[in-house]
């Protein structure tokens, strides 16, 4: 079972700041893309932020501005930075991996917004 590890994460006041990491075995080749998902309280889980093998990057439009999905310099890292926080981003975050088998998902992570 491929455990990704997610970091980061918390309570913050409106407008400011968090950043999320994720990082998965590396291990794991053939990485399609990276990217975050994530899920408030009684709804869908939604796309973030993607990021793909050859660094093209895809964002919601919620969030587009604000949030910056980025590698790290460990291999099969990396992390999204979140700006101008809204009490609507407040969800569970979840870390995607999309790779030449299937997927992955981490155990997610609490970000709230909130004053």
């Known amino acids: 079972q491929v455990k990704l590890v997610e970091s980061g994460g918390g309570l913050v006041q409106p407008g400011g700041s968090l950043s999320l990491s994720c990082a998965a075995p590396g291990s794991i080749l053939e990485i399609n893309a990276m990217g975050w998902f994530r899920q408030a309280p009684g709804k869908e889980r939604e796309f973030v932020a993607q990021i793909t093998n050859n660094n093209s990057t895809s964002y919601a439009d919620s969030v587009k501005g604000r949030f910056t999905i980025s590698k790290l310099n460990a291999k099969n890292s990396v992390v999204l930075e979140m700006n101008n926080l809204k009490p609507e981003d407040t969800a569970v975050y979840y870390c995607?991996?999309?790779?030449?088998?299937?997927?992955?998902w981490g155990q997610g992570t609490q970000v709230t917004v909130s004053s």
């Open positions: 995607n991996l999309d790779w030449l088998l299937g997927e992955y």
